[in-house]
């Protein structure tokens, strides 16, 4: 069988892909080049 | 950062990639991944964990059955397989790179394609759901083969009325499918009156799947003007006229012209293997195919009640001709919509035969993809009475016309980037408990959207999710689980 394939389902709560561990870390971007303008990100709920 | 009041951000609003990084607004993302939404935060996705161990899944859909559910799956060799009998497909075609699906009455119907059009020389099937390897539906009708049917007057008193009468069978298969009348050759007797009528040689199917058989029979018919044409007449089912087996060869009869109530003329011209659709859908509790091979702008439209029963002559309806064919059909607010790729038509049912239908022109800019109405959990489209609609321009709101902004429009760049050539690969799903739109593109990644502030472009918030594993399909089970199926891992 092809390393990968099959078919996965959605676990709620979970917080990574059981056999791909890195996968589910998120990735967030701001990029805002208006000046005197300081960005404070409040994560709420999983790191 | 001296002497700057800092801004606090109390919303998170998802994605927003349209225009450059300038006009991203402060409280959405110019770039994210795998990330999905709480009240007024964000935190990364749920994992997925292993469901089935199935290889190289191309398609997945749910399969309601009388009792609980399966998913059907398409592999890349093009066996088909029910999730509860996974050591053996029910069917395999193996130029099927995609297939339709729609699920009746606790059977699977299921018509292999290519993504665009059904399968050349191919056939829409029918699974019924226990393991067993699926057959053509429909069925072929009574040949002289079968039984050469033969017609006298009986000796024992009965009520067929004097004149013409002729006669003819209909098999009954396993799935409740009248075939088309036959044998070709159809006894024509001149009953005296006053008495029954003894059938021999009654057909006999050598297919396995026949269950029952059914006598029809003209109305008296005056011998000065009989024809000679034993098709050109009005056929009946005859009371009391079902053999309730595959085996029995003879059969009296015997019913009085005002008896004759049940018309089975429609079964005349009704097909005996159901050509190969791009997909299937329902409307009005009629099986839809669209997209054959060789009629790609043709819907054939079943009888109500008979999945399988598909009118040669008159059961079908044609989207204008464009070159392209047909994509979608989808039933709203007693509507038939139908669709291709940039352009959107509406029929309505006139209780006479489809190609009788009104069609109305709806959308000349709007279409659909094959896979790109969105599915409310493991149904057909309608939620909210209105459904979202996948088109090149964006995904759409319609409630019997396309609301004027995409829901895509904060992340327009993106979607407008999509290659137009793959999206009969694009899959929608909405998942309406927890407020959210999952969508497949061809790449083996996912756009999410959560609409849980709002079913609107302003409120609701996007976030693309990639996986390890290549997706291919979702679909959900238990209510609102997600299953995604994958065909190898990500290139």
Known sequence: MAEGAGVYKIVDGKTSDTIYE?????????????????????????? | MRGHTPIVIEEFNGLWNRGGDDSVPLDHFSDCNNVQFVQSGFKWRDGIDTYLPVNDVKRVYTFVKQTGYALILLTGSGQFID???????????????????????????????????????????????????????????????????????????????????????????????????????LPALIATGGFKVDLTNIPVSPNSYVVKRHIVATKAVNATFYTGNTTGYQFFFVPDGEIPDNTTTTLSVSFFDNELLDDASYLLDMYEEIPAFAGLGLYHNRLVGWAEFANPSVIRVAVAGEPEAFNTVDGLLTFPLDGAPVTN?????????????????????SNDVPSSWPMTILDQGLGAALHSIGKVLDSEGVNV???????????????????????????????????????????VHVDNIKKRIYIVLADGTMLFGDYSNGFDPKNIRWSPWTFDPNITS??????????????????
């Open chain 2, 474 to 491: 979702v679909t959900f089970i238990d209510g609102n689980t997600l299953i995604l199926a994958s065909d190898g891992l990500r290139a």
């Open chain 2, 329 to 349: 059909v989808q039933e709203f607010r007693d509507v038939m919509y139908a669709f291709k790729r940039t352009k959107t038509n509406a029929w309505t049912d």
């Open chain 1, 22 to 47: 890195t996968q589910t870390a998120p990735i967030v971007t701001t990029e805002h080049e208006k000046p005197n303008v300081e960005v404070e990100l409040y994560l709420i709920g999983d790191e």
């Open chain 2, 385 to 427: 009475d209105c459904f979202v609609i996948g088109n090149w321009s964006g995904i759409y709101i319609f409630e019997g016309m396309y609301q004027a902004q995409a829901l895509t429009w904060k992340i327009e760049d993106r979607w407008t980037e999509l290659d137009k050539d793959t999206f009969n690969k694009i899959e």
């Open chain 2, 83 to 185: 999730s509860d009998y996974p050591l053996a497909p029910f069917l395999t075609k193996a130029t099927a790179t995609d297939f339709g699906f729609q699920a009746y009455a606790g059977r699977a119907y299921v018509t292999p394609c290519d993504g665009t059009t059904g399968l050349q020389s191919e056939f829409t099937y029918v699974y019924l759901g226990a393991g067993a390897a699926a057959r053509k539906a429909a069925g072929a009708k009574p040949t002289d083969v079968d039984g050469a049917l033969a017609a006298a007057n009986s000796a024992t008193v009965g009520h067929v009325e004097p004149g013409y009468h002729i006669f003819a069978v209909v098999y009954e298969t396993n799935t409740g499918f009248f075939t088309a009348i036959g044998p070709t050759t």
